[in-house]
C-alpha cells in the first residue's frame, strides 16, 4: 500500500523533465525561437508552402509537356521535384533568418541592399533572360533574379532610414531610401520589368506615409508615378502590348484567354485534383498563372480561401506592427505584410484579367527558384521582427501605437 503514492510521485516528476527540453525556461536557440516566434504567422506561412506543394503538382503535368519536345521529354512531375528541392532549401533559410537579432538584421539588410543594387546594375550587362526580358543574372549552376532578392531588403533598410527620422528630423534619409527606390526603377525598366517596379514603388509609398510624408508629397508622388507609367507605354514595346492586351483586346490574348478558360471550367467546386485539362493550354502554369490552375482542378472557392490566407497574413502582421513601439520594426513589418499582400493580389488579379500580365509570382505558391528562396528570406524577416512584441504578451491592443513615430 505504501509503494503507490511512491510510484505516483515518480511518475508524476518524470513527465516535467521529459517535457522541459521544450518547456519555457529552455534557452536553448530553438527554445527562445519557439516561444517567442509568432505562431499564428508561422501557421498561415506552414499553410501557403503547403498549397504551393499542392498547386505546383497540379500544374506540373502541364508545364512539363509543354516544354517537352521531340526525344526530349520531362517527367509529368519534374516541377513537383523541383520545389520540394526548393522547399527543402528555403524553410531552413527562412528559419535561420527568423532567428537573426534585430540589429544583425538591420546590417544585413543594408548590406543585401548595397549588393543586390550593384547586380541590378549588372544585369543588362552579364545578366541572361527568356519572354523578352533580361532579369537574370547567370552563374555556373544557378541563375538568380536580383529584384526579387532586392525586394526585402530594400524594405527593411528603408524602415531603418525612415526611423531615423523619428529622432532628427533633419536627417536627409527619406532623400536618400527614395534616391535609392530611384536608381533600382531605372534598372528594372530597363529589363524591362514595370511590374516590380510598381510593386518596389508602392510599397516605399505606404512606408513613408507611415513615417509621416506629408500629403502633398505623397500626391507628388502619386502623380510622378501616373506619369511614368504613361511615359512606359509609350516608349516601351513590351509595355504598351499588354496595356492593349488588357484594355483593348488588341493583338494576342492567348494568356488572358486560357487563364479564364480555366476558372470557366472549374467552376466553384473545380474538376478535381490531377482532372483539369484547360491547364495544357495554358502558359506559365507552374508560375505566372497557377492560380489558373487552382481555379480549374480546386475550384472558385479554393481560390477565395487562399487568398483568406494571404489577407489573413497580412492582417495578422499588422495587428503585431501596430502595438509595437520601436519605430524600425513597426516600418519594417507593416513593409513586408503590404509586399506580401500586394504582390499575392497582383497575381491574382492578372489571373482573373483584372489587371495587364506582370510576370509576377504568387508568394509561397508558385515554383520559382530565386524568387521562391527571396520569399522565404522575406517570410523569415517577417517572423524574425515579429517575435518578442508585447502584442503576444498579453499587453491590451493600441491600435493606433504604430502610428506614435510620425
Not at 515518480?10 to 530553438?30: E, H, I, K, V
Not at 528594372?188 to 508629397?217: H, N
Request: a positive charge.
Amino acid at each position: 500500500m505504501a509503494t503507490r503514492p511512491q510510484t505516483r510521485t515518480t511518475s508524476a516528476t518524470a513527465r516535467p523533465r521529459s517535457a522541459s527540453a521544450l518547456s519555457r525556461g529552455d534557452r536553448s536557440s530553438f527554445g527562445r525561437w519557439f516561444w517567442t516566434i509568432d505562431k499564428t504567422l508561422l501557421i498561415l506561412i506552414f499553410a501557403l508552402i503547403a498549397i504551393g506543394i499542392v498547386a505546383v503538382a497540379a500544374a506540373s503535368p502541364a508545364a512539363a509537356r509543354k516544354l517537352s519536345g521531340g526525344n526530349y521529354r520531362l517527367d509529368d512531375l519534374h516541377f513537383l521535384y523541383r520545389q520540394l528541392g526548393w522547399v527543402a532549401l528555403g524553410l531552413p533559410l527562412m528559419v535561420a533568418t527568423s532567428m537573426l537579432d534585430v540589429r544583425l538584421l538591420k546590417r544585413l539588410a543594408v548590406l543585401g541592399t548595397g549588393v543586390m543594387l550593384i547586380c541590378l546594375m549588372l544585369v543588362p550587362f552579364i545578366g541572361g533572360g527568356s519572354n523578352g526580358a533580361t532579369r537574370w543574372i547567370e552563374l555556373p549552376f544557378f541563375r538568380f533574379q536580383p529584384s526579387e532578392f532586392f525586394k526585402p531588403c530594400f524594405i527593411v533598410a528603408t524602415a531603418w532610414l525612415l526611423s531615423l527620422r523619428v529622432s532628427d528630423r533633419s536627417l536627409p534619409t527619406l532623400q536618400i531610401s527614395a534616391g535609392i527606390m530611384g536608381v533600382a526603377l531605372v534598372c528594372l525598366i530597363a529589363q524591362p520589368d514595370v511590374g516590380q517596379s510598381a510593386l518596389i514603388a508602392a510599397v516605399w509609398l505606404v512606408q513613408a506615409m507611415l513615417a509621416g510624408l506629408s500629403l502633398q508629397l505623397v500626391g507628388t508622388a502619386v502623380v510622378l508615378g501616373a506619369a511614368g507609367l504613361v511615359a512606359a507605354y509609350f516608349s516601351l514595346d513590351h509595355f504598351a502590348s499588354r496595356i492593349d492586351k488588357w484594355i483593348f483586346g488588341v493583338g494576342d490574348t492567348f494568356q488572358i484567354d486560357k487563364a479564364l478558360d480555366c476558372f470557366r471550367a472549374g467552376g466553384w467546386l473545380g474538376t478535381g485534383p490531377g482532372e483539369g485539362r484547360m491547364k495544357f493550354r495554358l502558359p506559365e502554369a507552374q508560375t505566372d498563372y497557377i492560380f489558373s490552375v487552382i481555379g480549374e482542378e480546386f475550384g472558385l472557392i479554393a481560390c477565395f480561401m487562399l487568398a483568406g490566407l494571404f489577407m489573413g497574413l497580412v492582417v495578422r502582421a499588422l495587428l503585431v506592427a501596430m502595438d509595437e513601439d520601436d519605430p524600425f520594426v513597426f516600418l519594417a513589418t507593416a513593409g513586408l505584410a503590404t509586399q506580401f499582400g500586394f504582390q499575392a493580389a497582383i497575381n491574382m488579379m492578372v489571373n482573373l484579367a483584372l489587371l495587364p500580365s506582370k510576370g509576377m509570382t504568387l508568394p509561397f505558391i508558385s515554383h520559382g527558384g530565386s524568387s521562391y528562396l527571396a520569399t522565404c528570406i522575406g517570410a523569415g524577416l517577417l517572423l524574425a521582427l515579429t517575435r518578442n512584441n508585447p502584442f503576444l504578451k498579453g499587453r491590451p491592443w493600441a491600435v493606433a501605437g504604430g502610428l506614435r513615430m510620425a
